[in-house]
């Protein structure tokens, strides 16, 4: 049985649901994060957001279970869709692999995305030309556990690792905004200038990553007047994409990111949209609480690697 040290970890729960016809008890299981354990309850969330509360009276077993993993697909699909959904603007294939350049603009838009078999053994050398080809620094991106493998030798080989992304995802929807926020086809002029001094500059091929998308908002909060807040966000068949969440500093704390990722929610749930991922580094703690309080949760991780020869 569980206790309160449970709280927080992964858990299974067999309830019991109803009886059968004959009289025989049927049960039903709920996994997922332990939430709350109460004297007469317990407060269970699935992966897909759901919460279940269960009367202990109809717990008939209940343990914790091993941390949720994704699957090899799974990675491989949300990487995918993360890519369509911030599209450089020059990019080539090399086997399963994409380069990707646009001007030194994110890292996301400017690595070459090593998921799946490059179809070469001097995959690494043609990433060097390619990127040396347009004056940018190599890059590879490796989501992880599924590209261990290439991450263990580009660390042998002297490449350098930056800092580790947390990729999150969560169901939709994500409940409904308290502030108000607009959502525009395309980003205005102040949207534009808190983005840029969010990133140091927007290059021209910025204005492709960001545009490019068939299905792309514009979130913008503003607080009687000025904007305050901004956010994007793009639709790829089941999955929202969220990006470029910025809150002026006198506006923070009080509800603006929140407000601006409900918004873009609600809109892609209103077109089909069912999941949700966003990108973050790991070790932002603020911002991963940010995101976990409104059901997001860690899908998986990648390092960027950065050719030490320049």
Same mark, same amino acid.
């Given at each position: 049985?569980?206790d309160l040290r449970d709280i927080?970890?992964?858990?299974?729960?067999?309830?019991?649901?109803?009886?059968?016809?004959?009289?025989?008890?049927?049960?039903?299981?709920?996994?997922?994060?332990?939430?709350?354990?109460?004297?007469?309850?317990?407060?269970?969330?699935?992966? +897909?957001?759901?919460?279940?509360?269960?009367?202990? $009276?109809?717990?008939?077993?209940?343990?914790?279970?091993?941390?949720?993993?994704?699957?090899?697909?799974?990675?491989?699909?949300?990487?995918?869709?993360?890519?369509?959904?911030?599209?450089?603007?020059?990019?080539?294939?090399?086997? +399963?692999?994409?380069?990707?350049?646009?001007?030194?603009?994110? /890292?996301?838009? /400017?690595?070459?995305?090593?998921?799946? $078999?490059?179809?070469?053994? $001097?995959?690494?050398?043609?990433?060097?030309?390619?990127?040396?080809?347009?004056?940018?620094?190599?890059?590879?991106?490796?989501?992880?556990?599924?590209?261990?493998?290439?991450?263990?030798?580009?660390?042998?080989?002297?490449?350098?690792?930056?800092?580790?992304?947390?990729?999150?995802?969560?169901?939709?929807?994500?409940?409904?905004?308290?502030?108000p926020v607009q959502l525009d086809?395309?980003?205005?002029?102040?949207?534009?200038?808190?983005?840029?001094?969010?990133? /140091?500059?927007?290059?021209?091929?910025?204005?492709?990553?960001?545009?490019?998308?068939?299905?792309?908002?514009?979130?913008?909060?503003?607080?009687?007047?000025?904007?305050?807040?901004?956010?994007?966000?793009?639709?790829?068949?089941?999955?929202?994409?969220?990006?470029?969440?910025?809150?002026?500093?006198?506006?923070?704390?009080?509800?603006?990111?929140?407000?601006?990722?409900?918004?873009?929610?609600?809109?892609?749930?209103?077109?089909?949209?069912?999941?949700?991922?966003?990108?973050?580094?790991?070790? /932002?703690?603020?911002?991963?609480?940010?995101?976990?309080?409104?059901?997001?949760?860690?899908?998986?991780?990648?390092?960027?690697?950065?050719?030490?020869?320049?």
């Open positions: 049985m569980l927080g970890h992964r858990v299974v729960v067999r309830r019991f649901v109803r009886e059968a016809k004959d009289g025989r008890p049927l049960f039903t299981d709920v996994i997922g994060e332990l939430l709350e354990f109460g004297p007469d309850e317990l407060l269970v969330r699935s992966r +897909d957001g759901a919460l279940h509360r269960i009367r202990r $009276d109809d717990v008939a077993a209940a343990k914790r279970v091993p941390p949720w993993r994704p699957s090899p697909r799974g990675i491989r699909e949300v990487e995918r869709v993360a890519a369509e959904g911030w599209p450089a603007p020059d990019t080539a294939p090399l086997g +399963d692999w994409l380069l990707r350049a646009a001007e030194g603009f994110s /890292n996301r838009a /400017n690595s070459a995305l090593a998921v799946g $078999d490059p179809g070469r053994s $001097d995959a690494v050398d043609v990433v060097r030309a390619w990127y040396r080809d347009r004056g940018l620094v190599p890059r590879v991106t490796t989501p992880l556990p599924l590209s261990a493998g290439i991450a263990d030798a580009l660390a042998g080989g002297g490449w350098t690792a930056q800092p580790t992304t947390l990729v999150m995802t969560a169901a939709l929807p994500l409940g409904e905004p308290d502030l086809t395309a980003p205005g002029d102040a949207w534009l200038a808190l983005a840029a001094a969010r990133k /140091n500059g927007l290059p021209a091929a910025a204005h492709h990553v960001l545009s490019a998308p068939p299905e792309v908002r514009f979130a913008a909060g503003y607080a009687e007047g000025p904007l305050v807040a901004i956010g994007r966000g793009v639709r790829t068949g089941r999955w929202l994409g969220v990006s470029l969440v910025e809150v002026v500093p006198e506006a923070r704390r009080q509800g603006w990111a929140q407000a601006v990722v409900r918004t873009l929610a609600r809109w892609a749930a209103d077109g089909g949209a069912t999941q949700s991922y966003l990108q973050v580094e790991e070790s /932002n703690a603020p911002a991963v609480a940010l995101y976990e309080g409104m059901g997001y949760r860690a899908h998986h991780t990648y390092v960027t690697w950065r050719d030490s020869a320049g």
